[in-house]
């Protein structure tokens, strides 16, 4: 018997892949009208022996309605129990995940179609048991459509209130896996670390020094001098807790601070904090950290010396120091100030020593200490501390000249300053001579090639304007600051180095050379460093008409006359930028000039030029013919343009001095080949006679087989 009920879940399932917790709850309602049919049977069995009275029908309809709430109470505890585990299966299967979004939906189509087909169908039956059931059995069926109508829509309920908790759940699951791709495409971040050779980490040493100049200095003066620790304690506060955090900060920055290892900057924390814990400077630091100032809860905020653990920091101020002196552009001059200012720091220390040495005998108790406060004179803060740095200073350089000691304790002090004094401002004296002495190392270097020069004119009686002339030369290298090898500079560079810094001056002057212009950027690179500078006095020639051109020149600075034979009239003035003699130097076929000069060039004031030889040219070429080939036509081009080209000759075959060439060439293969023949022939010599040596061994051993055998008589 087909229930309509179990119809309407075969229209579910075919149609699309819905709930399988509303499958299982129409299978459970079709169990139980199957149930109910039975029992219907056997009632309308007993209701035709009976009296067919509508007051019997209504006591068993009565009856019947009972018996159906209580099966349907049942039912619903049975379902409750299928809804359970159908949220175990929801939960597992991954069937909803394509019916999310249109679950609802296609719950409420398929209930209206559900209604639908179940009163068609239930109409159609209706009209088959018309004939064999009674009009009772037909208000039975149509209470248990009704009963089982609202089960339906008691079960869609449900069945909705489940598949959005496992939607919820599974859209939270979503979103959380979607936290954890996002965290895991987003890339690592990388910790902060100080790179050494950055203008940051400079910065922060000059930071930092700060502080550590300010404990170096006021630290040992607010403990000798009381009247300043007192006048200024608030100040001194606010600047010693703010020293503090600063050497707080530089610990961080310094476990922070990468290295280099195999060339490259080191980034890794754990390594950073463990190389930093490995080295002095670590545990100097921790010291400089202690909290000494908890003891001023004891003693009181006036005794700045408990603070003397700050001084352990002095490796920061010497290391700014020393990057100073490499940045810098006078490093003579900051030496010499640096030594100055070391001398200051001793001096202030030993007359603040001096100070506390004579407060603790008693001011004024003898002539050697200082003298009695009590005098208005001697009173004032700034007296007494410029009589101290006074005394110091003519103490530690052994001038003297100051009150001779009286006590045992005096005595030992004079004696160990005058001892600093002789060996550390011995030291720093001979350094200082020694940095004076570099500073005019050049002029002394300069000066002594001029002096040869000067010496060498006068033994070979060179004329007064000529010996004038080589002088003025030199002044003026000297006075505009070319005096300078580029090349004895340089050489202690690696080749990578030097091409970039020769690139970086002169590549922009040797692009406006028309011929070198749209060049390969490596042939230009070695043309830069073949570049020679040359510097000319006024009235020198550069080139006269007729010479034969080795160089071509670009001019730097100055200006430069064409000028004709007699050397006055002038055609035209080349200034900065400009060039020429680059046709001479390439040697083209053709050219009415050959490699001939045709111009006088004549130098107007001072000239700084740039030379190329034709020899560095061609070696340049060797690595790079096609250049060589483009050269050569821009040159042609050239030279046609100015129609100082025989064609006839460009066009005839090699010139002598091509055949020469070629020539040479092959000479020089001939040599390779008979050299190679000589080789040949000797290996053959030597390989005939070991065969020969060979053969004779051979013969050796059969005359030795032979006078063995016996005679064939015997």
């Known amino acids: 018997m087909n229930h309509p009920d179990n119809q309407m879940s075969r229209d579910r399932s075919g149609s699309r892949p819905l709930n399988i917790a509303a499958a299982l709850n129409m299978n459970n309602c079709n169990n139980t009208d199957k149930k109910d049919v039975k029992k219907d049977e056997k009632d309308e069995k007993k209701d035709e022996k009976k009296d067919e009275k509508k007051a019997e029908v209504k006591t068993e309809t009565k009856d019947v309605k009972g018996v159906l709430q209580k099966d349907v109470k049942k039912d619903e505890k049975a379902e409750k129990k299928d809804e359970k585990k159908d949220e175990m299966k929801a939960e597992v299967k991954t069937e909803t995940k394509d019916v999310k979004g249109v679950l609802q939906k296609d719950v409420k189509k398929d209930e209206k179609k559900a209604e639908v087909k179940t009163e068609t169908k239930a109409v159609k039956k209706d009209e088959k048991k018309a004939e064999v059931k009674t009009e009772t059995k037909a208000v039975k069926k149509d209470e248990k459509k ?38 895991k495409d987003e890339p690592p971040k990388e910790p902060w670390v100080m790179d050494p050779a950055t203008d940051l980490y400079y910065y922060w ?95 009181g905020i006036n005794n700045p010396e408990w603070r003397f653990n700050r001084l352990f920091k002095l490796g920061r101020l010497f290391e700014f120091f020393d990057r100073t002196e490499t940045r810098t552009n006078f490093p003579n001059i900051f030496r010499i100030a640096n030594l100055v200012l070391y001398i200051i720091i001793i001096i202030h220390w030993n007359g603040c020593l001096f100070f506390a040495i004579s407060k603790i005998l008693g001011f004024g108790s003898d002539t050697w200490v200082y003298p009695d406060i009590k005098r208005p004179e001697y009173a004032r803060l700034p007296r007494q501390y410029i009589y101290c740095f006074y005394w110091s200073t003519l103490t530690l350089t052994t ?47 300069f000066q002594a090639k001029i002096d040869s020069i000067k010496q060498y004119m006068q033994l070979r009686k060179v004329t007064k304007d000529l010996e004038t002339r080589v002088v003025k030369w030199f002044d003026y290298l000297w006075t505009e600051d070319k005096t300078c090898d580029e090349k004895l500079v340089l050489k202690n560079l690696p080749d990578k180095l030097k091409a970039e810094i020769a690139i970086n001056v002169h590549l922009e002057t040797l692009k406006k050379v028309r011929i070198f212009q749209d060049c390969e950027a490596g042939l230009l690179v070695e043309l830069v460093l073949k570049l020679q500078p040359q510097i000319f006095s006024p009235g020198d020639y550069i080139c006269k008409k007729g010479d034969i051109g080795r160089e071509m020149y670009i001019i730097k600075e100055g200006k430069l006359a064409v ?25 083209i076929k053709g050219s009415k000039a ?21 020899d560095d040219l061609m070696d340049a070429l060797l690595e790079y013919p096609d250049a060589k080939k483009a050269l050569e036509e821009k040159g042609r081009a050239i030279l046609l343009k100015d129609n100082l080209i025989d064609l006839k000759a460009a066009a005839a075959g090699a010139d002598a001095k091509d055949m020469d060439q070629i020539v040479n060439q092959m000479e020089a293969h001939l040599d390779v080949i008979s050299v190679k023949f000589r080789k040949v022939a000797g290996q053959y010599e030597a390989h005939q006679q070991k065969i020969k040596q060979r053969l004779s061994n051979l013969e050796n051993q059969v005359r030795g087989l032979r006078e063995d055998d016996p005679p064939l008589g015997q």
């Open 205 to 299: 040493l000059c930071t930092i020094s700060v502080p550590v100049f300010y404990n170096l200095m006021l630290l040992v003066t607010r403990s000798c001098f009381n009247e300043l620790q007192y006048t200024y304690t608030k100040t001194w506060m606010v600047l010693d807790y703010a020293s503090d955090v600063l050497y707080y900060l530089d610990t961080f920055v310094r476990s922070r601070t990468g290295f280099l290892e195999q060339g490259l900057l080191v980034k890794d924390e754990k390594l950073l904090k463990a190389s930093y814990m490995k080295t002095l400077q670590f545990k100097l630091d921790v010291i400089s950290m202690i909290p000494t100032d908890v003891v001023f809860v004891i003693v």
């Open 146 to 183: 009704d009963e089982k109508k609202a089960e339906v829509k008691t079960d869609t309920k449900a069945v909705k209130k489940d598949e959005k908790k496992p939607e919820v759940k599974k859209d939270e699951k979503k979103d959380d896996k979607g936290k954890k791709d996002d965290k």
């Open 563 to 587: 000028v004709a034979d007699d050397g006055v009239t002038q055609f035209v003035v080349l200034g900065d930028g400009a060039y020429f003699g680059e046709i001479s130097i390439l040697g």
């Open 594 to 614: 050959g490699n001939r000069r045709t111009a006088n060039i004549r130098s107007v004031g001072y000239s700084d030029l740039f030379a190329l030889s034709k």
């Open 399 to 445: 001038i003297g000249e100051t009150p001779p000691p009286v006590l045992d304790i005096e005595y030992l002090f004079v004696v160990i300053d005058f001892l600093t004094g002789v060996l550390i401002f011995a030291t720093i004296v001979g350094n200082v001579g020694a940095m004076i002495s570099n500073m005019n190392a050049a002029r002394v270097e």
